[in-house]
């Protein structure tokens, strides 16, 4: 860190600094997610712990924290300074990507004072309001920022939850009541569903702490306010209401009157919302909102632990455009969108998949004849889509009165193109298409004639083309006069043009234009190879180089040029209160505007399903979709959406057939990294594109409609929040077990690894019979527990299948094909040879196995259960050591040399009579006659390998 002297300290002397240090001793704790900026008018400041996380962020380096130490003060202060280009970028960056807290104060005192800090704009995930203009002035909003509030109330043993989400981009809230369970499945489901970036939770208590638990496992911000917040009488969350619902034409405007508002514990939540959005203060938003119910009910139940197991969203932070990560997500396959309200709608619809057969069969009635139509497609992709705005933000600034005429004109881009859109669109003659999207469309464009007329009656057209957004001079006597005077200066900077060509001895129009752009205003251009035409010319001036040519002036276009810019900004001041009138008007045509928004997300979700569909290595095929009580899941050469899309996988297909009453369960044994966990994702991800309107990646497929998908697959140590592997397994496997019917589809991969062998084995084989038995489920259950598999021996609709792989002495091949049966021998060994363990390790291994494989097999003839568990057990331990850790090395074959003495197998005792019986006094093996040699575990490995002659963990 380097000590500046006080005075280059934020241009502050040393007086001022020792007033800010004050000041900011005086600010409250905050949590380190939050990050607080000073705005000193050209740049922007960070101090104490935040300055170094803020160079991290944006410099990658520490170097650039400086430290404030006026003299005279013993304390210092560390801080860092920001451009406004670097605060606008690390803005965007915590609000959208890290999920932070922004708070920017400004210094509102006389002369700047250093006591005059207020805090002026504040921001969250999930209250984006005062940072849209900064977020998305320039940048497309690609995804949601709902938010949520919860309240609960206990109502003898029952636990009700009222929920309210406010989503102020589509300017609705929504409320919902429930019952639910000590683990809070449903409220999950409903967070998985509804991906709101910020939950606001009364003050803590052991409940509450619970929820937040959960809240923060599925990457929610909380935010807690104060239970007397949420105790406020109806009447007040009503009177806000009123003002900012929009009622329809003869419906009575009281809120009191709808049915939503009897959800008085959800109301309350509601009110919390309404107060931290500050959305009644802001008058833009009175009458645009509207009240719903939500209603879950529609949709495929979801757990967050399916989400993660089927790899439905990009990790946090992770640049979908970049091709290293595009394919790694469904969304990412699914999402080929090219508008931002396209890119939301698809986000939106893969939280939410389907649970009407008919919604879910025009979708794909609409995809497959969009797949069919390959001109309609390509044009509207290609063409008309990318060319659309973001009518969301428009319209977001027409109710602000912050619009401009360009954004008016943008709207009215837009109206133009629909009706290009529209003839694609009827020439499909699809009944599905028709009702669905063309009529509406059409519809709506009808309700937006007179802005189309009001637009063109307006605006000068022409003045658009060379980009500036002028209303016609016709409007108004002053506008005239001013629209004449630059009329006249234009026509003089043409008959200069046409004095400058004769002198060059260049082509009017051709070799040397006139032209205009908003930051130079008029000048000459000329091509690059006449450059030296003018380089030694003094009448002339060269204003830049570009591609197209060189740029220049001379004195008297110089002057005209001013002269025009005179006339011009008196026109646009002239012009104001027009444009006032203008946006008072287009204000009306907000709510089609927003109806037509929603028409061109659908159309673009659409189309992305069928080019995600067309441009597969393989194309995917429609799904045959049945009635829920239909049960039946049939997949032929199923493969996986995202592995096909990386580069060098050449990927192997496999089918999956299931039947109600007849085959509801699989239990796949394999090779590690023999395709287990991508078979059984690749059967939920299915599904999932099925209910969502998409095609699938297989050859045929047949899918009943299922009430949930739930997964549990993989697990890792949560140390933040206090979770090993074994209890996260446990957590998300108690909810599937809780939630699960015999509609539901239940992805589950090798459960019980946590915790020890048997007791593992046991908990995996209860599950796996429970969904089996009681829940009659569909289930894809991978497995290391072979054992497990023989469940299909005495449960009829229980089957076993492999991963097949082809191993010898010196070669191991996955072949990643689904076999039926199970699977006979343990690769275990083979596996740690692809993964490089020690070559010496590897042989050891082998031998042990082989000497051990011996005598399972006398063990399995003489029926001697005991000594199969503790061999079957031993032959694990020894695949799966670290041979890295000699540590763990030793300790494995300590565990396995304890396990014989204590089994209770007559074979041991008969084989080992001394080890087993632990006689002090052995000194040699009684199988190889070896001296037994006590080892520390720390050298184990070592000692293994000087002691060739050993057969038997005895001789240790």
């Known amino acids: 860190m380097a000590n500046l002297k006080p005075l280059q300290c934020l241009n502050l002397d040393a007086n001022q ?54 003299a005279g003060l013993d304390e210092e202060l560390p801080y860092v300074v920001l451009s406004k280009n670097n605060f606008e970028g690390l803005v965007r960056d915590l609000l959208l990507v890290r999920n932070y807290r922004v708070e920017v104060y400004t210094n509102k005192g006389p002369m700047k004072s250093s006591n005059g800090w207020v805090l002026e704009f504040k921001g969250s995930p999930g209250n984006l309001t005062q940072f849209e203009d900064l977020l998305f002035a320039n940048n497309d909003m690609v995804s949601g920022s709902a938010l949520l509030a919860l309240h609960l109330k206990q109502d003898g043993r029952q636990k009700v939850v009222g929920v309210a989400c406010v ?67 109806k009447n007040y969350v009503i009177q806000d209401l009123n003002k900012l ?20 514990i959800a109301l309350a939540a509601l009110g919390v919302s309404i107060r931290y959005l500050e959305l009644v203060n802001d008058s833009s938003n009175h009458g645009q909102y509207q009240l719903k119910l939500l209603n879950l009910n529609r949709f495929v139940h979801l757990d967050a632990a399916a989400v993660n197991a089927l790899n439905l969203f990009p990790k946090r932070g992770i640049n979908m455009n970049l091709p290293a990560f595009k394919w790694h997500s469904v ?54 889509l990318k060319r659309l705005p973001d009518i969301l933000i428009l319209v977001k600034r027409l109710l602000k009165k912050k619009a401009s005429l360009q954004d008016i004109f943008r709207l009215y881009q837009v109206v133009l193109r629909i009706p290009k859109i529209l003839r694609l669109l009827e020439t499909l003659e699809n009944t599905a298409i028709k009702s669905i999207i063309y009529n509406p469309m059409k519809d709506t464009l009808a309700d937006l004639k007179l802005f189309k007329a009001m637009v063109e009656q307006i605006l000068d057209l022409e003045a658009v083309g060379r980009g500036e957004y002028l209303i016609k001079h016709t409007f108004d006597d002053q506008l005239k006069e001013h629209k004449d005077k ?47 035409i003018i380089r030694k010319n003094s009448n002339f001036q060269v204003l830049d180089a570009i591609k197209g040519g060189v740029r220049f002036s001379n ?44 028409q061109i997300a659908q159309v673009d979700c659409f189309v992305s399903f069928a080019v995600a569909a067309t441009s597969a290595p393989e194309p995917y095929v429609r799904p045959k979709m049945h009635l829920e009580d239909e049960g039946v899941l049939k997949l032929k050469r199923l493969r ?38 991508t078979y059984i994702r690749s059967v939920g991800v299915a599904v999932l594109m099925a209910h969502v309107g998409s095609f699938v990646p297989c050859e045929k497929a047949d899918i009943t409609i299922v009430d949930s998908i739930l997964g549990r697959i993989g697990a890792n140590d949560n140390l933040s929040k206090g979770l090993s592997t074994f209890m996260v397994e446990m957590v998300e496997t108690a909810g599937i077990i809780r939630t699960a019917t015999d509609k539901s589809l239940v992805v589950i991969d090798e459960l019980g690894r946590g915790t020890s ?82 070559k010496d390790l590897v042989t050891l291994a082998q031998k042990l196995y082989e000497e051990c494989e011996d005598h399972y097999t006398e063990l399995q003839e003489n029926k001697d259960q005991e000594g199969i568990r503790v061999f079957l057990s031993s032959i694990e331990k020894i695949a799966n050591v670290d041979s890295n850790n000699d540590e763990s090395i030793g300790a494995m074959l300590q565990d396995i040399r304890q396990g014989v003495k204590n089994a209770n197998s007559a074979y041991f005792r008969k084989t080992f009579p001394s080890f087993t019986a632990q006689d002090p006094n052995l000194t040699t093996c009684t199988l190889c006659s070896e001296p037994l040699r006590p080892v520390a575990p720390m050298n184990g490995y070592y000692e293994m390998q000087q002691q060739s002659t050993r057969k038997y963990e005895t001789c240790f």
């Not at 910020?198 to 496992?217: G, V």
Request: hydrophobic content about 35%; some cysteine.
């Open 167 to 233: 989503e102020t981009n589509e300017r609705l809230l929504s409320v919902s009541e429930f019952v639910d369970d000590d683990f809070y499945s449903e409220l999950e489901a409903m967070i998985v569903i509804l991906g709101p970036k910020e939950c606001i939770l009364p003050t803590k208590d052991f409940e509450y702490a619970r929820i937040e638990t959960m809240l923060k496992r599925n990457n929610v911000v909380v935010t807690t306010k104060k239970k007397t917040e949420f105790s406020l009488e």
């Open 331 to 384: 969304l990412g396959v699914l999402d080929r969108c090219r508008t931002p309200q396209g890119h939301r709608l698809m986000a939106q619809w893969v939280k939410q998949p389907l649970r009407s057969y008919n919604i879910i069969k025009d979708r794909h009635d609409i995809v497959e004849c969009l797949v069919d139509s390959a001109c309609v497609r390509s044009e509207m992709h290609d063409l008309h």
């Open 555 to 598: 004195e008297k276009l110089t002057d005209y040029n001013t002269d025009f810019s005179i006339s011009r900004e008196a026109y646009q001041e002239q012009q104001k209160s027009i444009v006032d009138e203008v946006i008072r008007i287009a204000i009306g045509y907000v709510e089609p505007c927003t109806i037509l928004n929603n």
């Open 486 to 532: 630059m009329d006249e200066i234009e026509q003089k900077m043409k008959r200069l043009l046409s004095k400058v060509a004769k002198e060059l001895g260049l082509n009017e129009g051709t070799s040397i234009k006139l032209e205009f752009v908003s930051h130079l205003g008029y000048h000459f251009r000329i091509s690059l190879k006449d450059e030296t």
């Open 757 to 838: 062998t048997y007791e593992g084995c046991g908990i995996a084989w209860s599950i796996a019979e429970y969904l089996a038995k009681e829940k009659k489920c569909f289930a894809l259950f991978a497995t290391h527990f072979h054992e497990i598999a023989e469940m299909s021996e005495t449960i009829t609709t229980v089957k076993s299948c492999h991963m097949e792989a082809i191993a010898d002495n010196d070669n191991f091949t996955l072949l990643y094909q689904v076999k039926p049966g199970v699977m006979q021998k343990s690769f275990g060994i083979h596996v740690a040879r692809l993964a490089n363990f020690p």
């Open 245 to 264: 619902l929009r009622f329809s034409k003869g419906q009575q405007e009281s809120a009191n009157s709808l049915p939503e508002t009897s959800n008085t």
């Open 640 to 677: 996986h959406p995202c592995l096909e899309l990386q580069e060098d996988v050449n990927f192997i297909a496999n089918d999956a057939e299931f039947h109600k009453d007849q085959t509801t369960m699989y239990i796949i044994t394999g090779p590690n990294m023999g395709g287990k966990s």
């Open 17 to 70: 600094q020792k007033n800010f240090m004050k000041f900011f001793k005086t600010l409250p704790d905050k949590p380190s997610t939050t990050v607080r900026f000073f705005d000193r008018s050209d740049y922007y400041s960070c101090h104490g712990s935040d300055s170094e996380f803020v160079a991290k962020c944006v410099f990658k380096s520490t170097n650039v924290v400086k430290i404030m130490a006026p």
